[in-house]
């Protein structure tokens, strides 16, 4: 586990489908359309507990996660670029999503991309 890992609370995949109110096959398809994201954490898949929002995903996850996947960032790397520092936002991407600041996190998805 890296330690940006271990800085995290997570949901295991049962967790993540019972906040939601939604079937284990409604959950793969969020992660599989980029709603969410999912890791392997100590052998078991998990979602980061700050991926969500009052029950729901994260408002701007989905689009960072896409424009991530567009520059060519795999899903590991997404995660882990989530979870860090982000020199030019000056705190972890999740955190400036967390806070409504969705444009300036795209910027920055753009700028790892040159």
Do not use: C
Request: charge should be negative.
């Amino acid at each position: 586990m890296t330690t940006v890992y271990s800085t995290r609370e997570w949901f295991t995949l049962p967790e993540a489908a019972a906040l939601l109110g939604v079937s284990s096959g409604r959950l793969a398809r969020l992660i599989e359309d980029k709603y969410l994201l999912d890791v392997r954490v100590d052998g078991e898949r998990r979602i980061p507990q700050d991926f969500f929002k009052d029950d729901e995903p994260l408002p701007g996850l989905r689009g960072t996660l896409t424009l991530l996947a567009d520059h060519g960032v795999v899903d590991d790397e997404a995660m882990e670029w989530l979870l860090s520092n982000d020199e030019m936002l000056g705190e972890a991407p999740v955190d400036a999503l967390r806070k409504g600041h969705k444009s300036t996190v795209r910027k920055s998805v753009q700028l790892l991309a040159i």
